[in-house]
Nanobody, 117 residues
């Protein structure tokens, strides 16, 4: 059974930082592209960042220069370091594992991030 378990969300003031973690089980972590997506109330889910199996990264325009995605294959974990947070970053953040070769696409349950003073 595949499980992606996010942690690290919470309430933070504008300009603050948070680090999200996503621990994966039930998959061969090292051969999956890992990503973070987010969904704010009333909005569509959007891509935040992805990291491929060769550690190539991609970021959504709204988070470039502020967020950093990384992976630790030994711990089956992907991270999202979020700095200089803004109120518009408020959303539920979801972890994703994807492998195009097998059409695999898995999601975590999400973790709430709220940026407010």
């Amino acid at each position: 059974q595949v499980q992606l378990v996010e942690s690290g969300g919470g309430l933070v003031q504008p300009g603050g930082s948070l680090r999200l973690s996503c621990a994966a089980s039930g998959i061969i972590f090292s051969i999956h592209t890992m990503g973070w997506y987010r969904q704010a109330p009333g909005k569509q889910r959007e891509l935040v960042a992805t990291v491929t199996i060769d550690r190539t990264t991609f970021y959504g325009d709204s988070v470039k220069g502020r967020f950093t995605i990384s992976r630790d294959n030994a711990k089956n974990t992907v991270y999202l370091q979020m700095n200089n947070l803004k109120p518009e970053d408020t959303a539920v953040y979801y972890c994703n594992a994807r492998r195009v070769a097998t059409n695999a696409n898995y999601w975590g349950q999400g973790t709430q991030v709220t940026v407010s003073s």
